[in-house]
């Protein structure tokens, strides 16, 4: 009877730190691309609502990609839009491959995902609906071998201290 109940203590102790270890997910969202290929008129958009301007948050971005991407990087044109209306524009210029050719991230076979860490510790500064826009910045209109773009909001661990 004893065993059971130091098993039983054991597995709930278990659970306790994996549920303190999960991601606080704000916002997740991927925009599958069809026919895995970005399109240049293809403008992805995620909107997410923000609430909390006192803990940071971390934004990262998520691509899934093949051995059909024929670069090594990826320029992306983006523009945030804050709850007030005003924006900011960036160029973001990502690594997708090694010079030998070996795609970075993880998965099995010739399809990869790698996360990019945009910020790890933003604070915003307003509560309300944000916005990000994407579009490619390559020279190619079309771009084979891009089949997901995700965009993530998650509660940071670091603190404000």
Known sequence: MKQHIIIFLINILILMSLASCRKHYV?????SLPDKEWRIEDTLSYNFYIDDTINPHSLSLNIRYNNDYPYRNLYIFAQTIYPDMSSDNDTLQLYLSASDGSLYGKGIGDIKE???ILN???IFADTG???LN???G????????IDKIGFVVTKSN???E
Do not use: A
Not at 27 to 31: A, D, L, Q, R, S
Not at 138 to 145: I, T
């Open 27 to 31: 916002y997740n969202h991927y925009e």
């Open 114 to 116: 790698i996360q990019f």
């Open 120 to 122: 790890d510790n933003i």
């Open 129 to 131: 609906i944000y916005s």
């Open 134 to 136: 994407m579009i490619h």
């Open 138 to 145: 390559m020279r190619d209109d079309n771009l084979s071998g």
């Open 158 to 160: 670091k603190t404000n």
